[in-house]
């Protein structure tokens, strides 16, 4: 008998959508590709930025182990931005935490905070990092329909914290991948409901600051008070075109910050140095026509995309924030089939809906991560598409 290399955990990943995406590239398409499928932002890191990182690369003091936790600097500059931002007092020593990316953060906050057989209340659609810390963790996952108004998001979270007492609710507006967003009252609510039912409450906006037809885009820890169960992740990836760079953080309530410090000691040592300081930058000297400029980009960008759909016949999700457009499949097929037709006939890669869940089914999900002009013709290509 052969020894299994493998852990059986990594079924839990199967079947990996974007290991299909990446089979599918092995052959070119019929046209050339335009590819929104991965979620990551097609320009350049600001200059103001990149400037901090080259002010600091060659200073020694920094070539050793950064700060477990993050550096001062940039927990101070997450500090200021919830208050700037948010209005949100933060202490700077029990309510950040200092993280590389939101990925790593999301399952080591798992890890940190659930036991196998906990329940977790989980989005679906939504990012799958969630459904997959779940399931490396043995929690017993349980879903809510994330792709519909917020009133009756809430009253189906609110009848599944009652019915199944979850230990935790995970929430992500902007929503990747349907481009929701909710109100703060929205949030007011959850967070009584969630107080009453001893909830934690893990609030994701990496897409914070993109939103569309001037909509207002909340943080869930402006209905938080100290020793609420709550913690929300801050990423640096899609304001400030930082994928690559790996830097986010985790701010909330301190007893839950200190479990995922422990865990995260074990696993990592943090971001680089001057990464963080590039960070710092980044939340200081941006200006505000900055945000302005980059809502606009991506608003423009759904916006043509929707002209394709709409003269295709096709439904959608219509995005208020994030960058994603969640669009409907034609009938009698499924959503791995069509992105591999719209891969190979019409040379656009998207991503299928199940990889966000099981009422991703009929959808596919597609990145306005492409300039204008080719988002202008791969809604070309859509409005022309036929079943």
Not at 41 to 60: G, M
Not at 319 to 339: A, C
Not at 360 to 367: F, S, V, W
Request: charged letters at 25%; a positive charge; aromatic letters at 14%.
């Amino acid at each position: 008998m052969k020894t299994q290399l493998e852990s059986s955990k990594l079924e839990f990943f199967r079947p990996d959508a974007f290991n299909f995406i990446n089979s599918l590239k092995m052959n070119p398409p019929e046209k050339n590709l335009i590819n929104l499928s991965i979620g990551a932002p097609n320009r350049a890191t600001p200059e103001w930025i990149l400037n901090a990182l080259k002010r600091n690369l060659d200073n020694p003091a920094y070539h050793t182990y950064p700060p477990q936790f993050g550096s001062n600097e940039l927990i101070g500059a997450v500090r200021y931005w919830y208050q700037k931002r948010y209005n949100v007092n933060l202490d700077s020593k029990k309510n950040i935490l200092i993280t590389v990316g939101v990925k790593e953060a999301i399952f080591n906050s798992f890890h940190a905070l659930i036991n196998m057989g906990d329940s977790v209340l989980l989005a679906d659609p939504g990012y799958p990092t969630y459904f997959e810390a779940a399931a490396f963790t043995g929690a017993k996952s349980i879903f809510y329909n994330s792709d519909v108004e917020e009133g009756e998001a809430y009253t189906e979270i609110s009848d599944k914290i009652k019915t199944y007492q979850p230990k935790l609710l995970v929430l992500n507006y902007p929503s990747n991948p349907t481009g929701r967003t909710v109100s703060l009252q929205f949030y007011k609510k959850i967070n009584d409901l969630c107080k009453e039912y001893e909830v934690l409450v893990m609030s994701d906006v990496a897409y914070g600051e993109i939103g569309f037809d001037e909509a207002t885009l909340n943080s869930y820890l402006e209905t938080w008070k100290d020793n609420d169960l709550a913690i929300e992740y801050f990423s640096f990836s899609k304001t400030y075109n930082m994928a690559g760079w790996r830097v986010g953080a985790i701010v909330g309530e301190g007893k839950i910050i200190n479990a995922i410090k422990l865990y995260k000691s074990k696993i990592d040592s943090n971001v680089f140095y001057p990464l963080q300081l590039a960070a710092v930058s980044a939340i200081m000297e941006t200006p505000n026509a900055y945000y302005q400029e980059l809502r606009k980009m991506y608003q423009e960008r759904r916006d043509i995309l929707i002209k394709g759909a709409n003269k295709a016949g096709l439904k959608y999700t219509l995005p208020k924030g994030s960058f994603y457009f969640w669009l409907d499949i034609p009938q009698g097929i499924d959503s791995w089939r069509f992105v591999e037709i719209l891969y190979k006939k019409y040379g656009i890669l998207g991503v299928p809906g199940t990889a966000y869940g099981n009422n991703g089914r009929k959808k596919i999900r597609l990145a306005c991560v492409q300039e204008a002009a080719i988002m202008e013709e791969a809604s070309d290509r859509i409005s022309k598409i036929n079943f």
